[in-house]
């Protein structure tokens, strides 16, 4: 039997252990190496996922920004069309506006413009702009991404307008005029009267005086004891009773009849027909007759000339001169022949290119050369209408009325102390009228506020009211002591009754007047009247401290420069829903009127009674021809009164309404610009 140690036993039992925990170790390495390598796997496929989602949502949002942005450009756009052709349609933007792209907005895609805030300007030079406010939003319903950009527009729709207009002649009138009664301009200036019609002109058993040059498209008659130093006509001239004029210059015939006549001389590019009084230098391209016995100091035509009658200068023409009777000349001169009455010697000199026939002895000779020099032709006489158009400074009015859903609507705008916005007309728990209200009852109380503080009218009386309208006529009347100072504008028609106003009165119909009446423009009225409510009458507290902002610098203590503070009264233009159909324009002064301003009637201008007007008259003809009446027509007695006019006020210059300027060199990004962007 063999021995064996102890411990041999022992170590090749721990040897058989160690080897099978050695396979165990390696099994689980393994397992360890494998869930290793597939969280990595996992870890990597996650990435990969991710990076693909991130590249998908930045894709999406990427196309949602660029869609955006196309809308962004779209309603640049949009805002430039507007201030291209309705400006005053800035002002009201608001709200929400779907925009609509060919070939990208879709039921998918969506594209709005919410306006945020247009802050408008306070006139309309060409360096005031609107300043708008506008978040655009693209919504892609199938990338589920949107994007938010908001935008500043600054538009600039005066641009083209280079500041104020200014009126060219005290008097325009488009289409024909008919004066019925006296019209007389009184100015302290050496600025010229002129009276320019685009039309013809009848001045009858009136009288004319302060006027010194009346110009016509068409005819031009003249009766009574009318006297004007000089008139232009594209057509005819026609003196009659005892009208007479300086200097003429027609492209048409000239007839004198009665006492008519032409005192220092007459261009004409037709005949001449003298059968009126004594007149001077005659010109013609034509023939000249004289019937009369009336002297003429010369005579001197293309054609012939025929003499009956009367003591006369010289006589030069480039066809015959034909002496009727025995009469006086002076010198005679004739390209033709020179007829004369049997052996007459009634000359001082005969020059005849032709024969000589039945002229007496003395200085004649007939068969010599001669050259008769004539004038030159007369051009025509045009005139360019400015454009007067209400809606065009609807924005620029403090007080704008509007029937809104079977009520009278005032919004007012830039008046210090009112909040912007719009209110109705009501009455206190008192019963005094004119309040501004948020809520008005059936009977027209205000029920919020309960107690107004802002009245704009002062009436007759606290309980009569000033405001009132006709649904049936579309016509606002108003009738008072004075309203609030500022552009008070109307929509549709506007008659102005008894009162004196410290206003600039803007309506889109027709404007007229009755009873006594009498408007201050802002501009003409002064800093103190319009800004610290010191009126020449009827002055009252309820308009302590509502003044136009627009108008008024409290802090300089002046009035801001605007031009449409020059206009008195101004009616007519183009609605925003018909761009091509003038409406409105008609003004008629009535009764006993007084304007200290400009008046601007888009279509025709009738005064009746006793009219006064310190400021230009302008009346355009943009409307329809024979749309309430078919001439212009002054009756009565009318006084242009140019005398002691404030420095604040001029008379020619208004606010420019578009057309007429010419052509606007500006480009589209000058117009309608992005000032400002950012995503939301």
């Known amino acids: 039997m063999s021995y064996q140690h102890p411990l041999k036993h022992l170590a090749r039992a721990n040897n058989i252990g160690v080897s099978r925990q050695q396979g165990i170790a390696t099994i689980l390495v393994i397992l360890m190496i494998s869930l290793a390598m597939t969280v990595a796997a996992m870890g990597v496929m996650y990435t990969v996922r991710s990076n693909q989602q991130l590249q998908v949502a930045a894709h999406a949002n990427t196309n949602a920004q660029a869609d955006a942005w196309a809308g962004v450009e779209v309603f640049r756009k949009y805002l430039y069309q507007l201030a291209d052709t309705q400006p005053e349609a800035l002002a009201d933007l608001s709200g929400e506006l779907p925009i609509a792209i060919n070939g990208l907005t879709s039921d998918a895609l969506s594209l709005n413009a919410d306006v945020v805030n247009v802050a408008v300007p306070a006139g309309q030079s060409a360096a005031d702009t609107f300043d708008i406010t506008v978040n655009i939003t693209a919504q892609d319903a199938t990338a589920k991404a949107s994007s938010v950009i908001q935008v500043g527009y600054r538009i600039a729709p005066y641009l083209c307008a280079g500041g104020p207009v200014e009126i060219s002649t005290m008097l325009d009138f488009y289409r024909d005029l008919d004066l019925g009664g006296g019209i007389t301009v009184e100015r302290d200036d050496h600025t010229s009267a002129e009276f320019f019609v685009d039309g013809s002109v009848s001045l009858n058993s009136i009288s004319v005086s302060g006027i010194d040059q009346l110009a016509a498209t068409e005819d031009i008659t003249l009766g009574s004891a009318v006297y004007i130093p000089e008139v232009r006509s594209n057509g005819s001239l026609r003196l009659t009773g005892g009208a007479s004029v300086g200097k003429a210059y027609v492209m048409g015939t000239i007839r004198t009849e009665g006492n008519g006549r032409v005192i220092s001389e007459a261009y004409a590019n037709g005949n001449i027909n003298l059968g009126g009084g004594p007149s001077g230098r005659m010109y013609s391209l034509g023939d000249i007759a004289n019937t009369a016995w009336a002297n003429v100091e010369s005579f001197q035509a293309a054609g012939d000339v025929t003499i009956s009658g009367g003591s006369h200068g010289d006589i030069g023409a480039r ?246 503070g020059n206009i008195g009264m101004l009616a007519g233009g183009y609605s925003p829903a018909d761009q091509t159909t003038y409406q409105g324009g008609n003004i008629t002064l009535g009764a006993s009127t007084e304007i200290f301003g400009t008046v601007m009637a888009g279509n025709y201008l009738f005064t009746g009674g006793d009219t006064e007007v310190h400021g230009y008259i302008n009346a355009n003809g943009l409307g329809a021809e024979g749309d309430g009446g078919n001439a212009n027509r002054l009756g009565g007695s009318t006084t242009v009164d140019l005398t002691n006019l404030p420095p604040s006020f001029n008379p020619i210059e208004i606010p420019n309404m578009g057309g007429g300027g010419g052509a606007c060199n500006t480009s589209e990004n000058d117009v309608s610009r992005v000032y400002w962007s950012r995503y939301l």
């Not at 929509?491 to 410290?502: C, I, K």
């Open 319 to 564: 066809g015959d001169v034909n002496i009727t009777s025995w009469i006086n000349v002076g010198n005679v001169t004739a390209q033709q022949d020179i007829n004369c009455p049997n052996g007459w010697t009634g000359f001082q000199q005969l020059r005849a290119a032709g024969a000589l026939n039945g002229c007496g002895g003395g200085d004649a000779q007939g068969g010599v050369p001669v050259v008769v020099p004539v004038m030159d032709e007369i051009q025509a006489f045009s005139m360019t209408p400015v454009m007067v158009d209400a809606w065009a400074l609807k924005s620029s009015a403090n007080y704008v009325f509007e029937f809104v859903d079977g009520e009278m609507q005032v919004t007012v705008s830039n008046v210090h102390g009112v909040p912007n916005g719009a209110y109705h007309i009501g009455a206190n728990s008192s019963g005094v009228k004119g309040f501004l209200c948020d809520q008005v009852s059936a009977n027209g109380t205000c029920t919020a506020p309960a107690q107004p503080t802002h009245k704009i009218c002062n009436g007759h009386s606290d309980q009569n009211r000033c405001f009132s309208y006709n649904q049936g006529q579309q016509r606002w009347d108003v009738d008072g002591k004075n309203m609030a100072p500022g552009v008070a504008w109307f929509e549709g028609d506007l008659n102005l009754g008894n009162g004196e106003y410290y206003n600039t009165f803007i309506a889109t119909g027709d404007i007229s007047t009755s009873g006594g009446h009498k408007t201050y423009s802002i501009n003409f009225a002064g800093y103190d009247v319009i800004c610290d409510n010191r009126f020449i009458h009827n002055s009252t507290n309820y308009f302590a401290g509502l003044y136009p902002t627009n108008f008024c610098d409290a802090s300089a203590g002046e009035l801001i420069s605007n031009a449409i």
